[in-house]
């Protein structure tokens, strides 16, 4: 146990997650888990946050999505779309509910939550697919949404930030959309980690090696770390990162991810796209959770300034 390297703010949130170490190593497992949190976590109070439920045509049938725009905001707004985490294998528009309120009432904008498909049910690349479906929903409803064109960005949480820094590939690629800004919170980019050796820190709490395995297995269809893997599932994995948009890599010290993340930016950097890291000391993954610890607030704090800064929000 590396309880001595995690900030005595979280040391209570360990013993919270402590839980998921007797829950089977399995995508319906984690689901009922990430439900029930989302199912007594208390209510996100934001009066000037304004939430809608809609439907659009997806790739394979209707994808649901959670719209939340905020009251007052200027006639062409920041938009944001925002995918929630779970390891490719769980999580929903309702689990990162809170967060996406959050976001837009600081950013005084609208975020798009996209209800994608899930692995092993869906595998790559259904997820992506539903999410960029999504994304162009976004872009082509500017109008109705008051959303300004030039100041659309993707914010992705874990396997979010994955399928977010995928999407922004296959955007660049498609050339139909062009993106402002990605957001990339401790972001699943690459199921090469699944095989690597690393400090036995990284990973200690929450997502673990051994979930890790389940959820990139499961998201693949078949065995992580193999040679003929598509950037557009594992993001590490694209050989050419330009043209795309300024970015923000948010980790924490003792994520497993925390090498992949670093790796990930510092080869943005090499190629020219502005980057700012921020790393969490002391923090591991879903540490945001104890949303009323300073340490949250600072991070998400740097968050939300970052994001103001490069969409240009007053």
């Not at 528009?93 to 959050?102: D, G, L, N, Y």
């Not at 975020?111 to 994608?116: E, F």
């Not at 050796?197 to 890790?212: E, I, K, Q, S």
């Not at 193999?226 to 980790?251: G, K, Q, W």
Request: overall charge negative.
């Amino acid at each position: 146990m590396a309880l001595h390297l995690v900030d005595p703010q979280l040391h209570s949130l360990v013993e919270e997650f402590e839980a998921l170490k007797s829950v089977p190593i399995e995508p319906d497992a984690l689901r009922k888990v990430i439900e029930a949190q989302a199912s007594t976590a208390p209510p996100m109070l934001r009066p000037n946050v304004i939430e809608q439920k809609l439907c659009m045509p997806g790739p394979s049938g209707p994808v649901e999505l959670l719209v939340f725009s905020a009251k007052g905001a200027p006639s062409l707004a920041p938009g944001i779309l925002f995918i929630h985490g779970g390891g490719y294998i769980a999580g929903s528009p309702e689990s990162s509910k809170a967060q996406a309120i959050e976001i837009a009432a600081e950013l005084k904008g609208v975020v798009v939550c996209a209800r994608y498909r899930l692995a092993p049910e869906c595998p790559a690349p259904g997820p992506l697919e539903d999410c960029y479906a999504a994304l162009k929903w976004l872009w082509e409803s500017s109008d109705v949404l008051g959303i300004d064109q030039n100041r659309v960005g993707v914010w992705g949480v874990s396997a979010g930030g994955g399928l977010a820094a995928a999407l922004c590939l296959l955007a660049r690629d498609r050339g139909e959309i062009p993106l402002a800004a990605q957001l990339l919170n401790y972001p699943m980019l690459d199921d090469r980690t699944v095989e690597r050796r690393l400090p036995d820190h990284f990973g200690a709490f929450v997502w673990t090696r051994a979930w890790n395995k389940c959820g990139w297995e499961a998201y693949l269809g078949h065995e992580a770390g193999l040679d003929d893997v598509s950037h557009y599932a594992s993001p590490a994995r694209a050989e050419d990162l330009s043209s795309l948009p300024p970015t923000m890599m948010a980790t924490a010290s003792l994520d497993l991810f925390l090498d992949e993340n670093m790796t990930y930016a510092h080869r943005l950097l090499k190629t020219g796209i502005p980057t700012e890291v921020h790393v969490a000391q002391g923090a591991f993954h879903a540490f945001e959770t104890a949303a009323e610890t300073d340490i949250v607030k600072q991070s998400m704090r740097k968050r939300y300034d970052w994001m103001r800064r490069v969409l240009k929000i007053v």
